[in-house]
């Protein structure tokens, strides 16, 4: 008796053997499935056994795209991500009805024949030519798998597609020397534990877990004879028989499958009897694919951390070779966002800005000392419908942000700050700080020619009454917008475009900021998550954190698991401890009787500062505890929308101020996010009061308007607790109109109202 093989059929050595019997038969056959005309025959002998001996011998069994999941710290599922949704699993967890009912309608005499049938191409070649046409194919399991190898390395290209498909003698022959070794070297329950991973089962469904989650809604183990029988009917045709769709056309061909299954001794007559009698019994899940089926809000985190991996070289040296690990999937991505964070965010967001206000707001947490991001959210949901954005207000353009993110009014003022009392400043300093004058000129630059103020150009402070001198604590609780200007030039701008630098503060397009001396007044576009990193720092005592979104990625490739090295933060001295221990003291003030007391927390150490930019476009509140930093931004991503007579959340608003409507959000999402966790303290610096019969600040109501040109914008206050305003900048009327819904910025490269969305 010839040797057989332990997984069934004949050897290799016995299939070679019976293939070269056959080799002038080979080219008749293909022809007569491909091409039945007779004339066809010859042609097709002449040249089979040549192109069989020259394809390669090794076929690689190409990794299958798989779903990735995304996870959040605690290691809930956010979303998941995938090219195509499958996942793989072993035979042993695939209903044995299952393996049988596409055994039985594929290929029934599966375990008799080696990787050809040929006696199922004999029958193929007489049926066709008796119908003169392509009635029957011969193709075994074995050669269906090769088939689909070729479809999965073709990915999504149309033309490779086809070429993986197209009804061709030389694809046949290939497919017939690839099925051999296959056989050879995988045996029959793995050939067939990868073809039921591998196979396309229609509704966006690859392999048979996918199948079973998208049809009935459970895993592929717990299939009974029906749901089998059906799916296994679906494979010939997954548009024909798409249950979904066509539930007669569906069921005719489940009912097929069940009485194959009986002719072939897997059941029984009465089971089939039975089982036809049934409904199709579906439960159908819906796809479940991308950012935008995040929960919590956090799709914009998602795509986020999918802009983190097409971009980061840890991935991959190329994009290429990024986006074909991300495509292959199988990556399971635990993330930094922290859930309680995140529902904290989502709430205070829902509840102070509804999503068909007006104006957005955007809300980014980060923790000190890590740069871990364990919040981010926005008003407007990730969608494409009405009252939905793609783009993420949060993050820098180059991640799915605006393109130069948004002015940032006077919560810039803490880092010029910060560079003085680097630079040796006392926190009693006091300027004259008038309450208008001309930018100072000239000012030192860290090149060798300065900047001058050749157009005369001048900046105001909020009221005729609000004039110096002052002191730093004073002034930066009524952000005097003099005295950080007359701060710069004391200094110089090369302190300040130092300290930024170690803060990792640029614009929102990733340029550096303009060396001017406007720059304290906010008018550049940066994003809130830039803002919140960098006041983070001032939590952590002087220590900066770049931000970091993951925390560790495992991909699954042929059965094993591996894991990818994931970017790290980077953390370095941005200042000394005494310089951030003395700007938390001077922002506790703020928060304390200061513009930012509608934002304060009261069961923990908290500071903060307000900003609210000219004509109110844009208003910011950006605070932190020593162990959390967050950041809002309330204003319209066209920034077109003045903040006046406007109605947000419900609530109307004469003026929108820094401390007013983003300062609630942040003291409520910051509360929720902080709820049973540590409260440290800040460790203070006790900076004496500035002598109380200096001139008081007036509200913002007879706002003082500057104007800007030659790159410089002015600071004018947007925020009155107490008669304590908070600053804003100044902008120019746009040159040009854009139209409704446009959402791209221009590309002024001026310090005014340029580059903004």
């Known amino acids: 008796m010839p040797k057989k093989r332990s997984g069934g059929g004949l050897s290799p050595t016995q299939q070679a053997a019976k293939f070269l019997g056959v080799s002038v038969l080979a080219g008749a056959v293909m022809a007569g499935i491909a091409l039945p005309a007779a004339g066809a025959l010859g042609l097709a002998a ?96 074995t050669q269906q798998l090769v088939k689909n190898y070729f479809v999965e390395e073709a990915g999504d290209d149309p033309t490779k597609v086809a070429q993986a498909t197209q009804q061709t003698i030389g694809r046949k022959v290939r497919e017939l020397k690839y099925a051999i070794q296959l056989e050879e070297k995988l045996g029959k329950k793995k050939i067939l534990e990868n073809y039921l991973n591998i196979t396309f089962f229609g509704e966006q469904a690859y392999g048979i877990e996918a199948a079973s989650q998208r049809y009935f809604s459970k895993p592929a183990k717990n299939l009974n004879l029906q749901e089998a029988a059906l799916l296994a009917g679906i494979v010939q045709s997954p548009s024909r028989y798409d249950p979904v769709n066509d539930e007669e056309e569906a069921v005719k061909r489940r009912n097929t499958v069940l009485q194959r299954m009986a002719e072939v001794h897997d059941i029984s007559q009465e089971q089939a009897d039975a089982a036809k009698a049934t409904k199709l019994g579906l439960h159908v899940s819906q796809p479940k694919n991308g950012c935008i089926t995040a929960v919590q809000g956090a799709g914009f ?205 640029v614009q929102g397009n990733g340029d550096k900021l303009p060396e001017v001396p406007s720059i304290a007044l906010g008018a550049k576009g940066i994003s809130p998550l830039t803002m919140a990193t960098a006041y983070a720092a001032f939590a952590s005592r002087g220590m900066y954190c770049t931000p970091v979104a993951i925390e560790s990625i495992s991909q699954q490739i042929g059965g094993r698991e591996k894991s990818l090295d994931v970017p790290k933060s980077t953390c370095s001295r941005a200042m000394s401890e005494t310089t951030a221990d003395t700007v938390n003291s001077l922002l506790s003030g703020v928060i304390d009787s200061g513009t930012g007391q509608q934002a304060g927390l009261t069961d923990r150490a908290n500071a903060g500062k307000t900003g609210t930019t000219d004509e109110r476009k844009n208003a910011w509140f950006v605070g932190y505890t020593p162990n959390l930093s967050g950041a809002v931004w309330v204003g319209s991503a066209t920034q077109r929308v003045h903040m006046v007579n406007i109605e947000i959340g419900g609530v109307y608003q004469a003026k929108v101020y820094g401390g007013q409507v983003p300062g609630p959000i942040w003291r409520d999402l910051m509360t929720g996010a902080l709820v049973g966790k540590d409260a440290p303290s800040f460790n203070l610096i006790n900076i004496p009061d500035p002598d109380k019969n200096k001139g008081q600040g007036q509200d913002d109501n007879n706002k003082g308007r500057g104007r800007h040109g030659g790159g410089n914008g002015n600071t004018t206050d947007g925020n009155t607790i107490s008669g304590l305003t908070d600053g804003g900048v100044t902008f120019p009327s746009p040159t040009f109109s854009l139209p409704d819904g446009w959402i791209q910025g221009n590309t002024n490269n001026g310090n005014g109202n340029g580059g903004q969305r």
């Not at 799915?400 to 300093?429: C, D, H, I, M, W």
């Open 46 to 141: 002449k040249g089979s056994v040549q192109g069989f001996d020259d394809i390669p011998d090794n076929l690689k069994s190409p990794s299958l795209s798989q779903r990735t999941t995304i996870l959040d710290s605690k290691g809930g599922q956010l979303a998941t991500v995938y090219s195509r949704d499958r996942t793989v699993v072993d035979l042993k967890n695939i209903s044995p009805y299952m393996q049988k009912a596409i055994v039985a309608i594929e290929d029934s005499r599966y375990y008799q024949h080696g990787a050809i049938d040929l006696k199922g191409i004999l029958r193929a070649v007489n049926q066709n030519a008796q119908n003169g046409g392509v009635a029957q194919g011969a193709s075994t399991l």
């Open 301 to 505: 985190f998602c795509k986020y951390v999918e802009n983190v991996f097409l971009s980061d070289p840890v991935f991959g040296k190329t994009k290429e070779d990024r986006a074909k690990i991300w495509n292959q999937g199988g990556l399971t991505i635990r993330t930094t966002l922290d859930p309680q964070s995140q529902a904290s965010i989502r709430t205070s967001l829902k509840k102070h800005v509804w999503k068909s206000d007006k104006v957005a707001a955007a809300a980014t947490l980060v923790e000190p000392g890590t740069g871990k991001i364990l919040g981010m959210g926005q008003s407007k949901p990730f969608g494409y419908g009405k009252n939905e954005t793609e783009y993420n207000y949060s993050v820098n353009y180059d991640m799915g942000g605006s393109n130069y993110g948004f002015p940032t009014g006077s919560t810039f003022k803490p880092f010029v700050a910060a560079a003085a009392l680097e630079q040796g400043r006392p926190a009693t300093q006091e300027y004259s700080s008038p309450n208008s004058m001309l930018y100072p000129s000239p000012v030192q630059t860290c090149g060798s020619k300065p900047w001058t103020n050749q157009a005369n150009e001048r900046v105001p402070n909020e009221s005729a009454s609000e004039k110096g001198p002052y002191q730093l604590k004073e002034a930066m609780a009524k952000s005097v917008n003099t005295y950080f200007v007359q701060m710069i030039s004391d200094i110089g701008l090369c302190p300040v475009m130092n300290q930024i630098d170690k803060l990792g503060v």
